[in-house]
């Protein structure tokens, strides 16, 4: 007989006629049974709430995946039998942070900075302020900068400059987007994801107004998604 259990993101299974789990699923423990629901379609209705704000998706959750699998196995390669410390930049990079450590396969240490260089608008004010510094002193480590995008520059270049007066070993940066043509002072990205159009974008860690962070893909917003919050 068929069942249609529920998991915990809404979406029904089927389970084979023994009522089991089909193969590939059934290895996941029921906590992090969710997970298979990650293949299915566009996940575009993985927040319901936040679909009819979602213009375009430019970027799939499967093409983010599989991008984040490719710089892991690339810093995997060049970091062999040294040590690296991941420093993720807040709060953007959190989920790129937690989807790239477990493809690193090195030991790793993690630390984090907060910066702040939007507020509540969609354009770069240039201004970057530190809310956290890191934790750790970084004198003589390997350290992997983790960057959800750069669209000025302006943050990513301040954080090196100012992580370089550290005096690390190396200091290099891994970033999952770039925008096209937007950059106003170079920066150096050894490991990079996509180059996407020059729009604003949430999802995948990214938000407007510190929402649609928990999408699993990178979209556009329609414009009525922004009124009342953009004076
Ligand atoms: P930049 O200093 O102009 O390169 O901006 C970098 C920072 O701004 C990133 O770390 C993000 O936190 C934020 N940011 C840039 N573009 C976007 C976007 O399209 N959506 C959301 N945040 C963005």
Redesign the pocket.
Known sequence: MFEWPELPLGLPVFLTERGEFPMDVRVADPISRSRIEAPLPTLLAHVPDHESDIEKILVSGEEIQATVRRLGEEITRDYQGQDLLLVG?LK?AFVMMADLSRHIRLPLEFDFMAVS??GAA?K?SGV?RILKDLDHEIEGRNVLLV??????????NYLLKNLRTRRPASLEVCALME?QGMAQVPVSIKYRGFEIPP????GYG???NERYRNLPYIATLKPEAYEGILG
Request: hydrophobic share 45%; proline share 0%; no cysteine.
């Open positions: 930049v953007g260089s939007y969609t770069t970057v960057e959800d995008i750069v669209d000025s520059g302006l943050t990513l925008k729009e604003f974008v949430v990214l938000d407007f």
